[in-house]
């Protein structure tokens, strides 16, 4: 048997977390696809942000592009690629004073699947179900009794 492929929802705003590597500081930090975000000297432009369905197996993943502002002013490229948040070490930001990672994506909608008219299903003959036992009531259970007090004995 075949299995059909994951399916995919874009998302329209991709989640990131940022370590200030100065300061220790994690700051988590939401940008919309195709939108630029500065975080301390860089600047995160994610490009698309997919999830599967919460039918399939949690898979998040981001094509980013992440520029570093020079203290000349200058714009650098100093990635460009996929990020997965089930691996954040994989493809992350490593800067000298900064880090940065996928976290979630989130804003999607479920895909749609087409629904087929009631008049156009196909007729498959009705299947007898096979006879259940009855079910036998279950016990129910009860605290056990409280214990007597003990007595004090004085010594």
């Known amino acids: 048997m075949v299995e059909p492929p994951p399916q995919r929802i874009a998302n329209p705003t991709a989640v990131f977390s940022g370590l200030d590597k100065i300061t220790g500081r994690i700051i988590s930090f939401d940008v919309a696809t195709n939108e630029t975000v500065q975080f301390g000297a860089l600047q995160v432009t994610p490009r ?3 999830t ?9 993943d981001g094509f980013v592009e992440v520029d570093e502002v020079t203290l000349q002013g200058e714009i650098k490229r100093i990635f460009t690629g996929w990020m997965f ?6 493809h992350a930001v490593e ?4 880090d940065v990672w996928l976290t979630d994506c989130k804003g999607g909608q479920n895909p749609s699947v087409a629904e087929v008219p009631a008049d156009a299903a196909p007729k498959q003959p009705a299947r007898a179900q096979p006879a259940q036992p009855p079910q ?7 605290p056990p009794p409280p ?3 003990t007595p004090f004995a004085p010594r």
């Open 48 to 50: 698309v942000c997919y």
């Open 52 to 60: 599967r369905p919460a039918t399939e197996t949690p898979n998040t």
């Open 85 to 90: 948040a089930s691996s954040p070490g994989l």
């Open 95 to 98: 800067h000298p004073i900064y």
């Open 136 to 142: 036998q009531p279950q016990p129910q259970r009860r």
């Open 147 to 149: 214990r007597p007090p």
